[in-house]
Every structure is written in C-alpha cells, then in structure tokens.
C-alpha cells in the first residue's frame, strides 16, 4: 500500500465521515515526491481526484476538508474517486462493495 507521507502532520485524514461517492473506480495518476497535494474527501470538486476548494462554498455547508498528501516515489498512483476509502488517498478495494458499484451508472 502506498503512503501518505504526510498523515501525521494534517488530520484532515482522520476525519470520520465519507464524502459522496463521486465515482465507482479509482484514478490512475502520475505523482511526484516533491510536490504536496490536495485530494477531494466530500466529493463534489470538478477537479477530481484532487480539490478545487468546492467545499469551502457556503451554499453547500460541507464539512469535510481535503486531505493533503505526499508521495516518496516519482510513480502512478491508483486514486480513490470513491471517496470511501479507509487509506485515504489512496485506492483501497473499497469501491468494489455492492452499494457502491450500484450507486452510478
Ligand atoms: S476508488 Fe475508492 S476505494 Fe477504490
């Protein structure tokens, strides 16, 4: 399982609710070790997998706040887009679950 290089440092990983499920497969993407990065946790950025600051919108009251992270290898990284993952922000298996896969299309 990959990493989070920063989970210690920010709690936002630690928050108890799930966001929406955006989508019922994760997001292959190139990440760099350099570089820190915001993942969406509510679901509702149109950036996906990474925030663009949607929650802070005060028409939605949204909670949940994104979870920054860092990687330590220059590699492709499986996402979750689920946004049900229990090793956020990474891809878990978690999207597999029945209610998931029948919740989109
Ligand atoms: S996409 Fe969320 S656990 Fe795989």
Redesign the pocket.
């Known amino acids: 399982m990959p990493k989070n290089l920063l989970e210690s440092v920010h709690t936002a990983s630690q928050q108890a609710e799930c966001g929406v499920i955006y ?5 292959k993407v190139r990440l760099e070790p350099n570089k820190k990065y915001s993942w969406c946790l509510c679901g509702q950025s149109k950036n996906q997998p990474f925030c663009d600051g949607t929650h802070k919108s005060p028409y939605l009251q949204i909670k949940l706040r994104p979870v920054r992270f860092q990687v330590d290898t220059d590699k492709e990284y ?8 229990s090793h956020r922000p990474f ?6 679950r029945e209610d ?1 896969q029948a919740k989109i299309k």
């Open positions: 989508d019922k497969k994760p997001f499986w996402l979750c887009n689920c946004k049900q993952t891809c878990d298996g978690t999207h597999k998931i």
